[in-house]
């Protein structure tokens, strides 16, 4: 829910047991995986799977987050606020993100007709979700837009979130963005500067939850600068 004091945290994962020990509600998706990855065709179909999921399962608002994301302590608040008119995604990527699916229809379940609409269409970054229970029916198109286009996983490896922030085009919904108090750091670079950083901030112990005590700033020049000289130093042994 929205109640920070009383919000959970639940992690979808194949492998419980390493979370044995975290204050954590933990679901073991392992035996669904080949349903929710479209037969292991697309592994990212599983994250609008598990928000689907959660929303049944609590029937309440639902945020979802990407490992690979840092949140500030406004994060909730900002959350709460925005959730509260919108679908919470964390920013715009683009419009006409795919040109190759002009001419592209299908049905929804529950839309109806879909049709790619080139200009129109956008693609929202989806390393976080936030959704009430009323949008139940707009993940199952969700789910339904990607099966149709599965067979293209391969050269649309962002389907998950155009799939999203295509239905909720089609269906009206206002989107809402996080940038300040969300970040969600995907990029190659960034990716490879933030496990550095983290490896250092944090205790080796898997166990120990202890946040950081300093902020990681993503500087761009010291990512540029970590990331042209740590492989240097790997090679020297550094």
């Not at 500067?193 to 950081?212: C, E, V």
Request: some cysteine.
């Amino acid at each position: 829910g929205l109640d920070r004091a009383g919000a959970r945290v639940v992690v979808h994962t194949e492998m419980p047991e390493i979370y044995a020990r975290w204050p954590v509600m933990v679901r073991d998706i392992s035996g669904r995986l080949p349903e929710m990855s479209g037969g292991g065709v697309y592994w990212h179909r599983v994250k609008p799977a598990v928000v689907l999921d959660a929303l049944r399962e609590f029937d309440e608002p639902v945020c979802f987050l990407d490992s690979d994301s840092i949140i500030a302590p406004e994060f909730h608040a900002e959350l709460a606020e925005k959730m509260a008119g919108a679908v919470v995604m964390n920013g715009l990527e683009k419009h006409d993100p795919w040109p190759g699916l002009a001419g592209f229809a299908t049905a929804l379940p529950h839309l109806g007709r879909y049709a790619y609409a080139g200009a129109q269409s956008v693609m929202h970054n989806s390393g976080l979700i936030g959704v009430r229970p009323e949008h139940a029916p707009l993940l199952e198109d969700t789910l339904a837009l990607i099966d149709a286009l599965i067979g293209r996983a391969k050269k649309i490896p962002t389907l998950e979130q155009f799939a999203l922030s295509e239905v909720l085009r089609l269906s009206r919904t206002p989107v809402a963005h996080i940038r300040e108090s969300f970040f969600h750091y995907w990029q190659g670079r960034k990716r490879i500067y933030m496990a550095g950083q983290i490896a250092k901030k944090l205790s080796p112990d898997w166990n120990d939850l202890t946040p950081p005590r300093e902020k990681v700033e993503m500087n761009y020049w010291k990512i540029r600068s970590y990331n042209y000289y740590h492989p240097i130093g790997r090679l020297f042994g550094r």
